[in-house]
């Protein structure tokens, strides 16, 4: 019901920051709860945190707790990750995924992002 399309990835030094965007290029995402995630090469997808759709209340994995925070613009058909004191470990592919019922069933194409030391 919602196609998602990432953007805002690149190369970063160290210590720097990033933004993110979740944009909805069909269907809206403000009634959606959406997660990020995130996927390094020969591993597993990692949870990274999401936003909820009634309030806006987020929660954090403890990897990112900290220096990352979401954000949404209903208006603008937009989530956004802001990815601040970038690590090299944050080197990965970044996904997000509206929540659909109790699985995330709405994935954008991923956006790279890449920290270096």
């Known amino acids: 019901q919602v196609q998602l399309v990432e953007s805002g990835g690149g190369l970063v030094q160290a210590g720097g920051s990033l933004r993110l965007s979740c944009a909805a290029s069909e269907g809206t995402i403000r009634t959606y709860t959406v997660g990020w995630f995130r996927q390094a090469p020969g591993k597993e997808r990692e949870f990274v945190g999401h936003?909820?759709?009634?309030?806006?209340?987020?929660y954090y994995a403890d990897a990112v707790k900290g220096r990352f925070t979401i954000s949404r613009d209903n208006a603008k058909n937009t989530v956004y990750l802001q990815m601040n004191s970038l690590k090299p470990e944050d080197t990965a592919v970044y996904y997000c995924?509206?929540?659909?019922?109790?699985?995330?069933?709405?994935w954008g194409q991923g956006t790279q992002v890449t920290v270096s030391s």
């Open positions: 995924a509206a929540l659909k019922g109790s699985t995330y069933d709405y």
């Open positions: 936003i909820l759709w009634i309030g806006g209340r987020t």
